[in-house]
């Protein structure tokens, strides 16, 4: 079994947004990348005037994970509405989680100002810490070692301060194509 990664957003241009050079970096050195989203159904945005546009933004939610060398995997809940302290949310990350089950994972930083990534980020945290509790079925030996916060945008968040520093210099470049796939969020 390959060693993988798994990132947490709520929205779907989050892990993009956020750890993308890191996420980059890691595929690079072979892990695999997951980007999970828990806001998978944004039909109801105001950019989304058909069911076209929602299949155009949702394949380049999935380009521009690609670039960054990651597969791209959305949960179905609407944008504003992930629940809090949902049992079942929090069993959907804990499935993805096992069935990845990931050496590291990185998640928003639990001081927002945007509900989604509060509660994306609780949710995450308490899936990622109860892995077979939570996702049911056959136990697996979890591999997860590191769980690591991320901020959304310095816009966003309250009292972040990174205790390290990954250098993506040589990914920034990429990071942003991989930003600038998302037309349609114009």
Sequence with gaps: MSQSVLVIGAHLDECECGPSGTSMKLAKLGYQVVFLNTVGNFRDWSIIHSEEDFEALTREAHEAAALLGARKV????RNNCFPEGDFEAIGKIAEVAKGINPEIALIHWPRDNHYDH???????LEALSSINRFAGGEPVSLNL?????????IW?????????YIDVTAEIETAFQSIRAFTHLG
Excluded at 145 to 153: D, V
């Design 145 to 153: 070692k590191e769980i690591i916060a991320y901020e959304a945008g």
């Design 156 to 164: 966003q968040t309250f009292d972040f301060e990174p205790d390290f």
């Design 118 to 124: 509060v509660r994306t980020a609780k949710a995450s």
């Design 74 to 77: 959305f949960l179905d809940y």
